[in-house]
């Protein structure tokens, strides 16, 4: 079962709450996660377009496997500047 | 190379002052300011910026090593502010000074639309209504 720090930012943020370990089935991948917090909370749904992962600080996928310990940042598109 | 997120009202003077040496002809300096009004024509209280702040700052080392790459005499700050702003301050400075115009020009321009692009930053407009929106940049469009 690895733990997982979930990191989320702007209205992913107000929805998922602030950063927080979450635990997770072995062989867990980041798309698992995504759909462990939309069971949670249906209403990120409506944010999944355009939406990023990082993986400890660098860009990674949905089949991106999950390692106890790892910062999984979920990243709505930018706004910047 | 200054290349910064920070929480504290950005003085553009000492950005400048940073970037500029001897070996400089000309200096570019843009800022992003918080509007008076929304596209939509609404009052804007103002703004609130967060940031992936690790990722972010990465983001400004790859984009400044870019134009490192391409014009290497130009001397680039990178400065973004995070957290509440009102109307009228600075959210962003991008300051590129190079031995002449053209490349100061080019590089600053480069920078603004590479972090907007590709910086894990994101601003909520404030409306004087009440209402709260995150907004999305359009990328790959004409900067307005």
């Known amino acids: ?81 | 190379m200054l290349l910064e997120i920070v929480c504290d009202p950005i003085d553009l003077r000492s950005i400048e002052s940073a970037v500029l040496a001897p070996g400089c002809g000309g200096i570019v300096s843009f800022c992003g300011t918080v509007r008076e009004r929304a596209d939509d024509g609404r009052a804007v209280e103002g703004l609130r910026y967060e940031a992936h702040e690790a990722m972010a700052r990465a983001s400004f080392r790859e984009i400044a090593d870019e134009v490192r790459a391409t014009m290497p005499e130009v001397r680039l700050a990178i400065v973004h502010r995070i957290g509440a702003l009102n109307v009228g301050e600075i959210a962003v400075a991008v300051v590129a000074a190079a031995p002449h115009r053209a490349e100061a020009f080019a590089a600053a321009r480069f920078a603004i639309d590479a972090l907007k692009e590709r910086s894990p930053i994101w601003k909520q407009e404030r409306y004087c209504d009440g209402e709260r929106l995150w907004l999305e940049n359009r990328c790959g469009e004409e900067p307005r």
């Open chain 1, 1 to 81: 079962m690895p733990v997982v720090r979930l990191v989320a930012f702007a209205r992913l943020r107000e929805l998922l709450g602030e950063p927080r370990a979450i635990a997770l089935p072995e062989g867990a991948k980041v798309g698992d996660l995504w759909e462990t917090l939309v069971r949670e909370e249906p209403r990120v749904t409506a944010l999944a377009r355009g939406l990023r992962f990082a993986r400890n600080e660098a860009l990674c996928d949905a089949e991106t496997p999950l390692r106890e310990g790892d910062e999984i940042s979920l990243l709505p598109p930018f706004g910047g500047g």
